[in-house]
């Protein structure tokens, strides 16, 4: 288990204070520090290395027992790139060479630097990264790799990019690879290009759908390329230690804006593949994040992740800096519920931003977790606690998985493609698949999401949740078929596989394979007029709100659930095979994201209990609580955190998930708990004090 802060980005912390930083990291309780490896810092000049602040750096964390995560910045270019390979410069949406400049938060490396499909370009990133990875291999005290930064490529670009030769040749090479050959680009486009130089990415939004959607697919494969290129590198230097990458946020909250084509840094589906493990970045503080958003994050890194590692790769460590504006202090308990909560979710490693706060531009002043907004005396207080668990106790949560969810959310990136296509931002799909996951989050129902394209997790599931459907690839109606025969449940909004994955629109029915494979139909898009519409099933009515628009739905043979003002159909139930779709004629995920109520909670957990997506561990508060569990070497181990008021926490289940245990054991205030059976059920009651945390193995 690691416990580590960032620390060096070049020139900065300076070495006068090394010593000090280094043996007050090890006083917190922190068992590693991180350090950037910076491109343009150990190669100033072509073909000349200098490492020797790394090795002192190595070697002071080894002599006091700290572990090392090197952090290969292979994105930051050095200063000489555009001299030493003159058609290196990407070219913008406009056909104008991109100017890199320092970037705004480094003290030194060009941004967006050299375009990576430029060979001569990758060959020299690749020369740097075997000369990180050949030199640090054999490091003592190595505990790991990050080897891409928040997933950076084209950072400063000041526009869409890329759209030089080198971009566009890989660019038509990979269609020519997807389609086999201009005909069958033809036959999927609906175009008649005679000569693959006329085929170009789009260009900007509200233009045609299929060459934007075209190309925002290609960078996500793009991405995942690099990181293979990557990882390749520092695996064949080091084959030993783990190796991860982490993304600035996860793919499914990456909509886009004015300089980002939608998921633009890769799916992380695809990019964990070369991997050991996958991570993300996680500022709560900074962005006024919840702890029900912190879950949501590291539920989709851990999605993502299969069954391989885990990080919480940033966690914010003090006050937030962007220029002048001062963000508030980080306060001590929320840190270390952030702590067990990434722990307590799978994760194997949390690494704060950073230990001493920022000198350098924009960030200066702020995030150090040992910095000076105030509350760095009690948060390395807390720290010291949450480093003697993990020494004490290190096997033991080294070994834990959380349990398998039976609830999925589907995340579907061509639904985002579509949307940013069209307006540049794909709020509308973001936010239907993330108001899903916060109402779990808010039920306490464990989840995962399942990326439309990876479909092997349905086998685990009950309930499957398909937000914003409109463009799920044809290949998915297999699988989703499969699992309503095998008896789930499939909980589906509007239009679903409505267009190709091509951005064409289709007509309902037959022409849409997963439409068919729901056994849903509807009427067309008619503009939403009133937002509430009553949903009764069974016995139970909720009020729900509808966003975007409705569809109204064919309801032969199905039963009716749900109608607006109009008498339009809005849900439907229907049986396919042993399981059952509900369908709805318009987006409900979108409107929970925008104002939180609890009818579209109720109404959501009636459909999981109704499906079998219980878990069968309950963990139930007076007020809200985050809590997460799972096997270790034996035992069980349940994580609570109390983003509350002090409240007794009660827990029960089976006897299965219990064993022959007498007595439940708390690893943070010590104390055990007598568990009480009966009937074939166990339980016990847990005090829990404001704003704390509790972990227990039994």
Not at 62 to 81: C, D, M, Q, T, Y
Not at 415 to 434: C, I, K, M
Not at 526 to 550: C, H, M, N, Q, V
Request: proline share 5%; charged share 25%.
């Amino acid at each position: 288990m690691i416990l580590a802060a960032q620390y060096y980005r070049p020139p900065f912390p300076e070495r006068r204070y090394w010593k000090e930083d280094l043996d007050g990291m090890k006083d917190a309780g922190l068992n590693a520090v991180q350090l950037w490896v910076l491109w343009s810092w150990v190669e100033p000049e072509p073909g000349r290395f200098d490492f020797s602040d790394y090795d002192e750096l190595v070697e002071e964390a080894g002599k006091r027992g700290l572990g090392v995560v090197l952090s290969s910045i292979a994105e930051l270019h050095p200063f000489w790139i555009h001299r030493e390979i003159p058609d290196a410069h990407m070219i913008d949406h406009m056909g104008r060479a991109v100017i890199s400049s320092n970037r705004g938060e480094a003290h030194q490396g060009l941004t967006p630097g050299g375009c990576t499909d430029n060979p001569e370009v990758l060959r020299r990133m690749g020369a740097f990264l075997e000369a990180v990875g050949s030199r640090y291999a054999g490091a003592p005290n190595l505990v790991g790799w990050d080897i891409w930064n928040e997933l950076r490529w084209n950072v400063q670009a000041d526009g869409l990019v890329c759209f030089c030769p080198h971009t566009l040749q890989a660019f038509r090479g990979w269609l020519d690879a997807k389609y086999g050959g201009l005909d069958g680009l033809n036959a999927a486009w609906k175009r008649r290009y005679c000569d693959w130089a006329d085929v170009m990415p789009g260009k900007l939004p509200k233009r045609p759908y299929t060459e934007m959607m075209a190309f925002e697919k290609f960078l996500q494969w793009r991405a995942a390329e690099q990181m293979r290129f990557r990882a390749e590198i520092i695996k064949r230097a080091d084959p030993t230690h783990i190796v991860t990458g982490h993304g600035a946020q996860p793919s499914a909250h990456m909509a886009g804006d004015a300089e980002n084509h939608a998921i633009n840094r890769g799916n992380d589906w695809d990019l964990v593949k070369p991997l050991d493990g996958v991570g993300c970045s996680h500022f709560p503080f900074w962005f006024a994040m919840s702890d029900a958003d912190f879950g949501v994050r590291v539920e989709c890194t851990r999605s993502a992740a299969g069954d391989k590692t885990v990080w919480v790769s940033e966690l914010q460590g003090g006050s937030a800096r962007q220029g002048f504006d001062v963000r508030p202090s980080v306060e001590a308990k929320p840190q270390q519920r952030w702590v067990w909560n990434g722990y307590g979710r799978g994760a194997k490693a949390v690494i704060f931003w950073c230990w001493r706060d920022e000198f350098f531009g924009r960030e200066s002043s702020g995030y150090g977790l040992a910095g000076r907004d105030g509350l760095a005396e009690e948060r390395i207080a807390l720290m010291k606690q949450t480093g003697s668990i993990l020494r004490e106790h290190n096997a033991l949560l080294e070994a834990y998985r959380p349990d398998a969810a039976k609830v999925g959310v589907l995340f579907d990136p061509n639904g985002y493609n579509l949307e940013w296509a069209q307006d540049g931002v794909a709020a509308r799909a973001r936010d239907s698949v993330t108001g899903y996951l916060t109402a779990l989050e808010h039920l306490q129902v464990p989840y995962t999401l399942v990326e439309s394209s990876h479909l092997a997790a349905l086998k685990e599931l009950k309930l499957l949740i398909a937000p914003f459907p409109i463009a799920v690839p044809d290949a998915a109606a297999g699988p989703v078929a499969d699992f309503l025969r095998r008896g789930g449940t499939v909980l589906a909004e509007s239009e679903a596989g409505a267009y190709t994955e091509e951005g064409i629109y289709r007509y309902p029915a037959a022409e849409r394979p997963l439409a068919t494979a729901l056994g849903i139909a509807d009427l067309g898009r008619r503009p939403l007029k009133t937002a509430e519409f009553r949903f009764a099933y069974g016995k139970e009515s909720y009020d729900l709100r509808a966003a975007i628009w409705i569809t109204p739905l064919l309801a032969d043979g199905a039963s009716v659930l749900a109608r607006d003002g109009a008498g339009n159909v809005l849900a439907t139930a229907r049986q396919a095979g042993k399981g059952t779709v509900i369908a709805l004629g318009t987006f409900i995920g979108k409107g929970y994201a925008e104002a939180r109520y609890g009818d579209f909670e109720r109404f959501l957990g009636h459909i999981i209990a109704y499906a079998g997506g219980l878990p069968d561990l309950k963990v139930h508060g007076e007020k809200p609580l985050q809590w997460r569990s799972g096997p270790a070497a034996g035992k069980r181990l349940l994580f609570i955190t109390n983003q509350s008021a002090s409240q007794t926490v009660r827990v029960g289940g089976p006897e299965a998930l219990f064993g022959s245990a007498k007595m439940a054991r708390e690893l943070h205030h010590g104390g055990k708990i007598k568990i009480k059976r009966e009937e074939g059920e166990c339980r016990f009651k847990l005090p829990l004090a404001e704003g704390d945390f509790a972990i227990l193995h039994w």
